[in-house]
Structures are given as structure tokens and as C-alpha cells.
């Protein structure tokens, strides 16, 4: 299994701010993803970080709004850029077992912004 | 294009009083089903893949069950620790790493 550190855990931010979070997996992993999660909701795709190349964002996400780095196989950032109170979610980080068999995630950044 | 349907959307149960989840899916060939627990403002825990119908995977008070589809998560005699939310998702055989979740079941155990 691979262990998925994030950070920050929760933080509360102002409205036209920015934040970057951090994810950190215990072994290098090929497939690494950002999801976002709305109150309430299921689990949002936002991109895929790709290693050495520019992520895969997903319909209605773009990379002004989210940008990702991918540095190398263990680790990645998602930065929410001008935040507003609809940015309020938990966003997580997640990663694909060799032969995509199990997905694990971390344990999420929750973020308000205020 | 993948689909998952999980039921009910709560459920709330007396400590004790076993109960089923319900995750109804449809897929181009699947290549693995999850099951995740989440507690509140967490990430999803992994719980169990399960690979082809027929299969079976036990941890602690908990089963999940495949079949071509749906997969059923039971819960024997639960206890109030086991309340939050249970994910599903599928991974078709259509070359992505994406899998499709459903919505959850939100499960309250009352002591």
C-alpha cells in the first residue's frame, strides 16, 4: 500500500488569496491525481500530475485556477489561485498502484475560505 | 461511459442490527471495484478491491460481495465507530487509471 502525506491538513483562507498544498507518497507511483470534494458531495477529478510534462485537467478545470507541479515520482503540489468562497472543499490527492489495481488517497486538505 | 449508483443515501442503523450497502454499476469490462471508507472532512480509506464476480473480501465486521452488477458491502453487528460515509467506484477496462465513484452512503450506527 503507499502512504499519502498532505499538507496542510485544514486551513482557513482569505477570499483573493492563494494556496498550495502539498502531497507526498512514500514510494514512486506513475499516476497521481488532485480530486476536489464539495460539502456533501462525491469526489471531483480536477487533473491528473503528470510527471515531467503539464497535468491533464479535466472539463471546467483550468490551469490559471489550479496549477500543479509534478517534480518527480513521489511528489506534487495543487495550488488554488485567487480563492472565493466556492473554493470551499476538501481536495485531495490520490494514487494509482502499479497495474491501477487499488487507489489510495491522502488525507485531504480542507480548505474555507472566508 | 461508467456509472455508479450507490442506495441507500443514509442509512442509519441500532448498534447490533446488521445491515447491506448497495453499489449498482455499469462498465465497458471491469477491471477492479473499490469500496473507500470516509469520516468527515478525511480522505477516503481503501477498504477492498474486488476483481470479478463471485468474489468475496471480509475485514472485520464488514463483506463486500460482487456480482456483473452490483456489489453489496454488509455490515455484521455494527458498533457506532463504524459510522461515515461509504464510497464506490469503478475501473473500466477502457485504458484509463479514473476510476467512477457514486455519491456514498452516509451510515449512522446508534449506540
Known amino acids: 500500500s503507499a502512504v499519502i502525506s498532505q499538507k496542510p491538513s485544514r486551513d482557513i483562507c482569505q477570499r483573493g488569496t492563494s494556496l498550495t498544498i502539498q502531497c507526498q507518497v512514500d514510494s514512486q507511483v506513475t499516476m497521481m491525481f488532485w480530486y476536489r470534494q464539495q460539502p456533501g458531495q462525491s469526489l471531483t477529478l480536477i487533473a491528473t500530475a503528470n510527471q515531467g510534462s503539464e497535468a491533464t485537467y479535466e472539463s471546467g478545470f483550468v490551469i490559471d485556477k489550479f496549477p500543479i507541479s509534478r517534480p518527480n515520482l513521489t511528489f506534487s503540489t495543487l495550488t488554488v489561485s485567487n480563492m472565493s468562497p466556492e473554493d470551499s472543499s476538501i481536495y485531495l490527492c490520490?494514487?494509482?498502484?502499479?497495474?491501477?489495481?487499488?487507489?489510495?488517497f491522502g488525507e485531504g486538505s480542507w480548505l474555507t475560505v472566508v | 461511459e461508467d456509472q455508479v449508483t450507490q442506495s441507500p443515501e443514509a442509512l442509519r442503523l441500532q448498534e447490533g442490527e446488521s445491515s447491506s450497502l448497495n453499489c449498482s454499476y455499469t462498465?465497458?469490462?471491469?477491471?477492479?471495484l473499490f469500496w473507500y471508507r470516509q469520516d468527515p472532512g478525511k480522505g477516503p480509506e481503501f477498504l477492498f478491491t474486488l476483481y470479478s464476480a463471485g468474489e468475496e473480501k471480509e475485514k472485520e465486521r464488514l463483506k463486500a460481495t460482487l456480482t456483473k452488477k452490483e456489489s453489496f458491502l454488509h455490515i455484521t453487528a455494527p458498533k457506532p465507530e463504524d459510522s461515515a460515509t461509504y464510497l464506490c467506484?469503478?475501473?473500466?477496462?477502457?485504458?484509463?487509471?479514473?476510476?467512477?465513484f457514486g455519491r456514498g452512503t452516509s451510515l449512522i450506527v446508534h449506540p
Open positions: 490520490s494514487v494509482s498502484s502499479s497495474g491501477g489495481n487499488t487507489i489510495y
Open positions: 462498465v465497458s469490462g471491469l477491471r477492479g
Open positions: 467506484a469503478v475501473l473500466g477496462s477502457g485504458g484509463s487509471y479514473i476510476p467512477t
